[in-house]
């Protein structure tokens, strides 16, 4: 695909001046769940939706969303329903595969919400590290904050609430999503520009920028021979290796990222990322 990943044009376009409303937002998602009605119409379960997947298929402002990333795609057995481990991106797993019980179609429409909800507002509905992560995904704990979300229309989050439904059985699945009027009934759809969410997504996808740089820095020999310092003596076991490091520093990211968009009702939270031993060896604080 010549065209960007779709958070990332997103803000390029606004940047250039373009509206991006949840009218544009509605276009966006519509195209993704046709593309994904298509899988489940021939009992292809996508399992790992995220904003990496989602292509522009040209350079062309009228460029057509297209789906990607299919690497643990699969086709469904005879009862419609998968068994096994978890699968796909922590962030944008369902709560079934979390907690490891057979799954069907409704994986893809979870992440679907959570694409969705991202695309609505700016940032992900889910965040920190682990296990942390999964409680709130188990639980469905996500927070919509008024900033960006008093502006956006009670069908979108209708539509989101639906997608982001806990009970597989009882989740909006990609037919009735495409005839839910957010979707459907394009006349009606606000046309506002959405200036909080693109601010959020700029926020969003600098981290991701950043995350994909140290992934990329240390795949590089050249670290290897520049940067040979010992590890830190609270280092220990696995954590020595490359694998280890970068891991003790995206989740520290994640916990940073948590801190800084924590609530008052977070506090037993806050105090725990607070007390982590290993982000004070990265941040040097005592």
Known sequence: MDGADLCFEIVKRAVDGFVYSEAVASHYIRQILEA?????????????????????????????????????????????KISGGRVGTPQYMAPEVIKREPYGKAVDMWGCGVLSFILLSGYPPFCGTKER??????????????K??????????DLINRMLELDPEKR??????????????????????????????????????????????????????????PPPPDIEGDDVTSAGAVS?????????QCLADSTEDEKEFVESVLQDTKLHSLLNVS
């Open 133 to 146: 992560l999964y409680d709130l995904i188990v639980k469905g704990s996500y927070f919509m904050r008024p």
């Open 148 to 157: 960006q979300w008093n502006s956006l229309s009670t069908l979108a989050k």
């Open 248 to 256: 003790q520093v995206l989740d520290s990211l994640e916990e940073i």
């Open 36 to 80: 994904l009605h298509y899988c489940h119409a021939n009992n292809i379960v996508h399992r790992d939706l995220k904003p990496h997947c989602v292509l522009l298929a040209s350079k062309e402002n009228s460029a057509p969303v297209k789906l990607g990333g299919f690497g643990v795609a699969m086709q469904l057995p005879e009862d419609g």
């Open 172 to 229: 909006i699945t990609v037919e009735e999503a495409l005839e839910h009027p957010w979707i459907k009934d394009k006349r009606n759809i606000p046309k506002v520009h959405l200036h909080e969410t693109v601010e959020e997504l700029k926020k969003f996808n600098a981290r991701r920028k950043l995350k994909g740089a140290i992934m990329a820095a240390v795949s590089s020999s050249k670290w290897t021979s520049f940067y040979n310092d």
